[in-house]
C-alpha cells in the first residue's frame, strides 16, 4: 500500500531497525520504545486492523507469533516474560494501520495496561 509507513519499511523505502525478514514478515526495533525491549513485528502483506485479518491469513498470523518468540530469545527475555500486544481502531491506541505485534519486555508490566 503505497501510504503506509510499515510497507514502506518492509520494502526498505524507509529506515528501520531490522532485526529479522523472512519471505513474509519483518521485525523492527521501534521508534518509541516504551521498554527496554519493543519491536514490532508486521507481515510483508498490507493488513489494515486485526478485524481485516481473514481465514486465508492464519498461518501468515501464526507465523508473526512465531517471529516474536524468536525476538524474545534473541532478546533475552523469553523466560522472565514479555508481552504481545495488537492494539485495533482508535480506541486501543492503534496509530499505524497495518497490522503489528508489539513485543515489549525488559521491565514489569503493569495490568490493567492503560
Ligand atoms: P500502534 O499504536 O499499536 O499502532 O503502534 C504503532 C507503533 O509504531 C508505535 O509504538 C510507534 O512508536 C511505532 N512507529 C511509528 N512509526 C515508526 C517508524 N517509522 N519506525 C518504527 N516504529 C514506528
Known sequence: ???CIFCKIAERKLPAK??????TAVAF???APQAPVHVLV???KHISTALDIK???NALV???YQVA???AKDKGIAERGFRLVM?????????VYHIHLHVLGGRRMHWPPG
Do not use: F, V, W
Not at 531490522?18 to 519471505?23: A, S, T
Not at 492494539?87 to 496509530?95: D, K, R, W
Open 87 to 95: 492494539n485495533c481502531n482508535p480506541e486501543s491506541g492503534q496509530a
Open 69 to 71: 518468540n524468536r525476538i
Open 42 to 44: 508486521i507481515p510483508k
Open 62 to 64: 501464526g507465523h508473526l
Open 29 to 31: 526495533e521501534d521508534i
Open 1 to 3: 500500500m503505497t501510504d
Open 18 to 23: 531490522i532485526l529479522y525478514e523472512d519471505n
Open 55 to 57: 481465514e486465508e491469513d
